[in-house]
Each structure stands twice: as C-alpha cells, then as structure tokens.
C-alpha cells in the first residue's frame, strides 16, 4: 500500500483547508488512517485518526474542535477538514496506516507513511 497526501497550502489565520489521503496497491487490509504533523524543531504529533469502518474518530487535544477526519468508505480517500486555522498549525502533515486498527496516536505503530503536504497558516 503507498499514500499519497495532498492539499496542502498557505492560508491566513482563520481560514480553512482539506487534506486528502490517496490510498494505492492492496488496500483489502483494514487499517487505521491518521494524520501527523511535524513543525521545524519540534516532535512529531499526532492530529487525527479513523478507524477502518469510519465509526471511530481520534483528535489530537490540540485540533479538536476545529479539525475533522472523515471518510466516505474504505476505498476512497480520507480526509481533514481544517478550520479556524492558527499560525501554530504550520507543519508538515503527514497521513500513516496501520495495519492494526487499534486508532493509535503513537507513530511508531504506524506501518506505513505516505510524504507529507506543507500547511503554512500565515498570521
């Protein structure tokens, strides 16, 4: 399976963007889908995750409320909605499978990483 992230961009404070995670290859293995960001200097961390069935949603404390993951069924792509964007959202977001579904936060459970989109939030 490779992923493909995309949607990435500059927008002002206050605004709003979508990311889109492309899943290709064999994809009949369940997996959880999350999204990472990383910002310069700083650890990566987690953002949101959704459980294969689409019923279990997980944010990250500090998007909750203004981000949303989401996906239509599991052969389509997954996406995050991103609202009232702050200029510490800015990093480098990365979408992450894995194999065991568990909606993990921890990215070293994660089996497979696609390249990440830049989000810059410019104040």
């Known amino acids: 399976v490779q992923l493909q992230a995309s949607g990435g961009g500059l927008v002002q404070a206050g605004g709003s963007l979508m990311l889109s995670c492309a899943a290709s290859?064999?994809?009949?293995?369940?997996?959880?889908l999350a999204w990472f960001r990383q910002a310069p200097g700083k650890e990566r961390e987690f953002v949101a995750a959704i459980s294969w069935s689409g019923f279990s949603r997980y944010y990250g404390d500090s998007v909750k409320g203004r981000f949303t993951i989401s996906r239509v069924n599991a052969k389509n792509p997954v996406y995050l909605q991103m609202n009232t964007l702050k200029p510490e959202d800015t990093a480098v977001y990365y979408c992450a499978a894995d194999w065991a579904n568990t909606g993990s936060s921890v990215g070293s459970e994660y089996d497979i990483w696609g390249q990440g989109t830049l989000v810059t939030v410019s104040s």
């Open positions: 290859g064999s994809t009949f293995r369940r997996y959880t």
